[in-house]
C-alpha cells in the first residue's frame, strides 16, 4: 500500500497506544493516590483518548465541519490526515504541518509540561515522607508545578490537533486543576500553618517568579 491509498483513519490500534503511551507516561511522574487524585487524572486521561480516537480513528470534527471547512478553504483534502492540522491549514502553512509553527510550539508546551512534572513529583514525594512542605525546586517558583504541568500538556495538544470535543474538555479541566489546586492550599493552610503562609506569600500560585526564594534549593 503506498502513501497515496494508506488510510488516514480508521487506525484504531495506533490510537490505542498513542493514548496508552501518554497516559503512562502521566502516570509515572503524577503518582496518584487519593480519590479526588484519581478523577483528576481519569479527566485527563480522557482528554487523550478523545484526542487521539480523532487524530487515528475517525475525524469527527472534520466530518462536522467539512461544508463549511471545503467552502472556506477550497482545494485542501480535508479527509487526509495533514488536514487534522487545522491551525496550519487554516494559516495557510505549506510545508508539511509537522514542522508547522503551531506543531513545533505543542512541542514545546508538551515537552515542557511532562519536563515540569518530571521535576517536581520527586521534590513532593521527597516533602510528603518527610512530613513537611515542599518549597524546594520547582516549588521555590510557583505552588502547583504538577497542575501547570497537566495544562501545558492539555494546551499543547490541542494547538497542535484542536477537535470540538477536547475544545469542550479543555476548561472544563483547567476549571478542575484550579479547584484541586484551592482544595490542597486550604488542607496546606491547615496543616502547617503560619509556614505555608510565609511561604505562599513568596511563590506565586502558577506563574514563575524570574527567581526561586532566597535560600531555596533544588
Known sequence: ????????????????????????????????????????????????????AEMYGFPLTIYLLSGWLGTTYPGIDWFSHDAGHLPEMMFGWRGSPHFGPFHLLSYLLIGGGFWLLSVAWPVLYKAQRAGRLATTGPYARIRHPQ???????????????????????????VWMYLRLARSEEAEARERFGAEYDAWASRVPAYLPTSRPESGATS
Request: aromatic share 20%; charged share 5%; hydrophobic share 60%.
Open 1 to 52: 500500500m503506498t502513501p497515496d491509498t494508506a488510510p488516514a483513519y480508521g487506525l484504531w490500534l495506533l490510537a490505542f497506544v498513542n493514548a496508552a503511551v501518554f497516559i503512562m507516561f502521566a502516570l509515572s511522574f503524577s503518582k496518584p493516590q487519593t480519590p479526588r487524585d484519581w478523577r483528576s487524572f481519569g479527566a485527563f486521561s480522557a482528554f487523550l483518548v478523545a484526542l487521539f
Open 147 to 173: 497542575y501547570v504541568g497537566f495544562v501545558l500538556i492539555l494546551t499543547g495538544f490541542l494547538v497542535q490537533w484542536p477537535t470540538i470535543l477536547t475544545l469542550a474538555m479543555y476548561p472544563v479541566l
